[in-house]
């Protein structure tokens, strides 16, 4: 059974790939272009990276909602990993469109 840390890093994984192949890049490229810092060119390249790390932010925090909840009401053993797996849970659900991309 796979300990806390190796959870955090699968969801990490998981975030990373919808940020990098979600039908909802469309959206995120005029966000970040707006929100691109002005120490990168605006170029099509660092818009594309942005938006795919404004993408992979806002998988890794929506989906840690629930798990958070989960934790703060439910669960007070601060070792458990039952909220990793909700929070691993939510990122695959949230990351299904993007999969269905990839593949």
């Known amino acids: ?4 840390q190796t959870l955090f890093l699968i969801v990490l994984a998981i975030s990373v790939a919808n940020g990098i192949f979600s039908p909802f ?6 966000i970040a272009a707006v929100l691109l810092p002005e120490l990168f ?9 942005w938006s795919s790390v404004l993408l992979a932010s806002a998988t890794l925090l929506a989906s840690g909602v629930p798990a958070a909840l989960y934790e703060r009401l439910i669960e007070r053993n601060p070792e458990g990993t039952v909220s990793m797996w909700i ?11 993007a ?5």
């Open 99 to 103: 999969a269905q991309r990839a593949l």
């Open 87 to 97: 929070w691993l849970a939510g990122a695959a659900a949230l990351t299904l469109p």
């Open 41 to 49: 060119p605006r170029t099509v390249e660092w818009v594309l990276f």
């Open 1 to 4: 059974m796979p300990d806390r």
């Open 25 to 30: 890049l469309n959206i995120a490229i005029p």
